[in-house]
């Protein structure tokens, strides 16, 4: 829309706004103005179902995904790891199973048994014989890890019989009832089923896909002559939803070039992860520095976001919410989002303010969690309980019957501020 399209659609719209009043001169308006956001794009910060409704049902499943979406979630996130004929499944990690390691580095045994790591076991590959001799120790990233990979079993055989389990076992025990019901979904599985929920709900349902350990995967895809991933995840986007930036998708990774490799390939959005510590595995700089302006000056060269730690927005004192940082608002300045990672609702998660009584698993104040960030113009962040995260900002937005001419007239502000954004350079 052109500039002068848009001035003449706002003073029209003023003009109808004072015809209205004085049609119904009875009805005593509140001067209060509709919720005024202080996100990018002015609009109530979105929520992403992060790994499904991870709360209440195992990760990365279909039925985690149909629960945060039936709860309210815009967007849903699948962790892709590859297969051993290069599928892209969704796995928070490549290990479908992980097991303790002695400090040699060899596997922990136990009364005979391997010793599974009880918050990074995600299937039941664990407690099948037949995949025993699939047991293995290989570095990723520089880590030594055990356990079963899932770039050792081709597509076909985790469909077959293995499935998923609750990963925080020890937390989450009302999850346990849902394990090994469910089956690991493809890339294409969730896109399919975002948009028929779509249609379904008429809403826009996104998928927020992350690339978990690209050079890690790159090296595995170069030496069995495969493709390699982040080609796959732009083809297979690119067949469902166009090469279009305003796809209802966000691409993200912790590491660097493998998002400067996929700004060359395609227009779809892509958010840079920053972790509260580290740095990325392929990239000199620490989180913190990408974190800094100077950081995001180059960041926003290849990204149109950043998904953020909770505290590289708001650091913790003492297990307290401390000062904010300029971090929102310098990407805001470069025109960047900020969606925020991980707001759960157990008390083991929240910063201490929030908690409520001392048993880790019962539910304390998510909602004040995020109305902090909230007001610090957050636009849009990750939740195991889609629901709740739904439901805050549903408080935070309410106002006694906010006028549809007002509305209207956000929205246009909105796509004002949407204009301004910086192009990425390609």
Not at 41 to 60: N, Q
Not at 111 to 121: A, C, E, F, W
Not at 264 to 286: E, M, V, Y
Request: glycine share 8%; charged share 20%; net charge neutral.
């Amino acid at each position: 829309m052109k500039m002068h399209a848009i001035s003449a659609a706002l003073c029209a719209l003023v003009a109808a706004a004072a015809t209205s009043a004085q049609a119904f001169p009875a009805k005593d308006i509140s001067p209060l103005p509709a919720k005024l956001w202080n996100t990018l794009s002015g609009k109530a910060p979105i929520v992403i179902g992060h790994r499904g409704a991870s709360g209440y049902r195992p990760e990365h499943t279909l039925e985690a995904y149909s629960l945060a979406i039936a709860q309210g979630a815009n967007y849903i996130e699948p962790d892709l790891v590859m297969t051993k004929d290069g599928e892209l499944i969704a796995r928070h990690e490549p290990l479908l199973a992980r097991v303790n390691l002695n400090a040699d580095g060899s596997i922990k045994m136990v009364n005979g048994v391997p010793d599974l790591h009880r918050t990074d076991s995600s299937t039941n590959v664990w407690e099948q014989a037949k995949y025993a001799n699939r047991l293995t120790v290989k570095t990723v990233d520089g880590v030594k890890m055990g356990g079963w990979f899932a770039e050792d079993f081709t597509a076909a055989e985790i469909r077959s019989d293995i499935r998923a389990q609750e990963r925080l076992r020890d937390l989450r025990l009302g999850n346990n009832a849902h394990n090994n019901q469910y089956v690991i979904p493809t890339l294409q599985e969730v896109i399919k089923l975002a948009k028929a929920k779509s249609i379904e709900t008429g809403r826009v349902i996104g998928i927020y896909p992350e690339t978990k350990h690209p050079s890690y995967f790159k090296n595995f895809s170069d030496a069995n002559g495969l493709q390699r991933m982040e080609d796959k995840l732009v083809a297979t986007l690119h067949a469902n939803y166009g090469n279009d930036a305003s796809a209802p998708v966000f691409i993200q990774s912790f590491e660097v070039q493998n998002l400067v490799y996929m700004n060359g390939k395609t227009d779809i959005k892509i958010a840079q992860l920053l972790n509260g510590s580290g740095k990325p595995f392929d990239d000199g700089r620490s989180y913190a520095e990408l974190a800094s302006a100077a950081g995001l000056d180059t960041i926003m060269t290849y990204a149109d976001g950043v998904g953020s730690n909770t505290n590289l927005m708001i650091s913790l004192v003492g297990g307290k919410l401390g000062t904010p940082t300029q971090l929102i608002a310098n990407a805001h300045q470069r025109g960047l989002t900020v969606h925020g990672w991980t707001f759960r609702a157990e008390n083991a998660f929240l910063p201490n303010e929030f908690d409520n009584g001392l048993d880790p698993a019962a539910y304390g104040d998510m909602a004040g969690q995020i109305k902090a960030f909230v007001e610090l113009g957050m636009d849009g962040f990750f939740t195991d309980q889609p629901d709740l995260g739904v439901a805050a900002v549903a408080a935070l937005s309410a106002v006694p019957e906010p006028q549809t001419y007002a509305l209207m007239l956000g929205g246009l502000v909105g796509v004002l501020s949407l204009a301004r954004r910086q192009k990425r350079a390609k």
